[in-house]
């Protein structure tokens, strides 16, 4: 048996085929890829206003992640699968969890009963997929990357979800999105659990986030973008956006808009369910019967000039409404499709008005290619508290090199530096050190 039908038997076995044969039709496996993704990841954290300024992280890993897609077979209605392999090793694991050890682990791996970080985890995950013509359909495995919904990717492997997605662009110039997730294995986790948000409780869990909408390109320079997310017995949320490119004589012109209408759905909507575990995060009044409700608007506009190597940006963001801004959080790291989602924080709270500030170079212009540079501050205030307006600051720097030739092209160091201050949580310095690459194995 050649690799090709070892490969293709196995795969078969997988999704269920009905016989190797069928699925060795031209496209399966000729169209199919392999790749090893190699991360490796240095996190150090340091809490400052702590009451014992111990509560410290530090930790390093050794992230595996295998691709594996493949092809279509031929005729009216192909069908594939795709899967993926996650592994994450300890290098260095951040103490032992304990009063005696000032550093706290978490950051990259899921804790052992003693507290401790587990010496290396995994996880994977199998798509089945279909299609037809211009329209796919994905079951299985799922890294959504939309308004409403965005799988995060920020520490040693990302995070993945479970459900199914129909995609379909066959109308020129408009993508249609819509689908249905249960469950998710965070970053740092093995276990599927379900979905929630800041504020709720573990046991109030949904397997029910519906969502659907579509990118229209208007013009060659302008796209606007409609998006529907509903999790159930939480919130609905109707996302406008529009993204303009404009080029000037000289340089050119990029401006974003984003608008996010969130309300409450299910138990949220009642006091009974919110007793439950139901609720969001926010500030509200003593004895106030709506307390936990969500009830949300937050706009954005963000604005960047770009002129041969450098790219400069403004941007602010308004945060309206008695609760935080609603989106999928299991509390073991996540991401939002807000212009302020950045390394340590996401200025989301409740009353948050946030302005920000950016300037990025990319060394090519200077000769130097795969070298880029970046620097961001934003400041937030406005934020309502039980004592009173609070605020906050983080600024973020950033350094990527890229290696453009020889046998380890592609190799990828980043260095990101991140430090938060304020009155709503606690002041931060980041450091954060990987170094990744890409192996094509088929």
Known sequence: MNKSTLALAIVAGIVGLPSVQQASAAGFIEDSKVTLGLRNFYYDR?????????????????????????????????????????????????????????????????????GSAVHEYSKAGVTAKAKLSKTELRIGTLQPK????????????????????????????????????????????????????????????????????????????????????????????????????WALPVGALKTDLRYFDSSSDGKNSNAAGRAEGYRSSGFWVTGDPDRGEVDNRTWSALFTYTLGGHALSAGYQEVSGDSAFPFLNQGDGSSTYLITDVQINKFASAGERTWQAGYAYDFAALGVPGLKASALYLSGDH??????????????????????SGALKGLTFTWRNASLRGDAQTDQDENRLIVSYSVPLL
């Open 46 to 114: 340091n809490d400052k206003n702590t009451a014992d300024n111990r509560n410290e992280a530090s930790e390093w890993g050794q992230g595996f992640i295998l691709n594996y897609t493949s092809g279509y077979t031929p005729g009216t209605i192909g069908v594939g699968v795709d899967a993926i392999g996650l592994l994450g090793v300890r290098l260095d694991g951040g103490g032992d969890g304990d009063l005696t050890d000032s550093r706290k682990p978490g950051q990259l791996f899921p804790l052992d009963s003693d």
């Open 146 to 245: 939309l308004p409403v919904v965005t799988f995060n990717d920020g520490r040693l492997l990302p995070q993945l979800f479970e459900g199914g997605q129909l995609t379909s662009a066959e109308i020129t110039d408009l993508t249609l999105t819509a689908g249905q997730l249960e469950h998710t294995k965070t970053r740092s986790s093995t276990d599927d659990v379900g979905l929630r948000i800041a504020g709720s409780t573990a046991a109030a869990e949904s397997n029910k986030f519906y969502y659907a909408g579509g990118d229209y390109k208007l013009t060659k320079s302008l796209t606007a973008q409609y998006y529907f997310g509903n999790l159930e017995d939480y919130y609905q949320q109707h996302f406008v956006g529009l993204v303009h490119t």
């Open 383 to 404: 934020i309502d508290a039980a004592g009173g307006d609070q605020q906050e600051w983080e600024r973020d720097l950033r350094l990527d090199y890229s290696l453009q």
